[in-house]
């Protein structure tokens, strides 16, 4: 039984205090009110219609976007040969003191 009259308590705190709110207004207050929620709720219907369009307007770009990109021809592809390129060899200048002609002795190498 104590549990029933909290609940109800818990209701009644609950409901006071907008029945106070909804006594304490002025009906013209409650008029502009209304008017104003309808204005707002008018407001957001064209912000939803004009996010529609727009949607519908990209999904339009995004289709003939795509379709000039298809039209777009692909450059050649070069043919890849598969012999591998063989390495130059190093090309290095003689060095007098060390390179020796197979006609010359190593103290021919020394004087040049």
């Avoid at 109800?8 to 207050?29: E, G, N, Y």
């Avoid at 209304?34 to 219609?49: C, K, N, P, S």
């Avoid at 090309?91 to 190593?106: H, Y």
Wanted: cysteine-free; aromatic content about 2%; overall charge positive.
């Amino acid at each position: 039984m104590a549990q029933a009259a909290t609940v109800a308590q818990t209701a009644l705190d609950k409901v006071a205090p907008k029945a106070l709110i909804a006594a304490s207004l002025d009906p013209q207050q409650v008029q502009q009110i209304t008017l104003d929620l309808a204005a707002l709720r008018q407001t957001i219907e064209q912000v939803a219609a004009s996010q529609t369009k727009m949607a519908a307007e990209i999904n339009n770009l995004l289709f003939t976007d795509r379709e000039i990109f298809l039209k777009i021809p692909t450059p050649p592809q070069p043919a890849l040969s598969h012999k591998p390129i063989p390495a130059a060899p190093p090309s290095r200048a003689l060095n007098r003191r060390t390179d020796v002609t197979p006609n010359q002795s190593l103290a021919d190498g020394f004087r040049n």
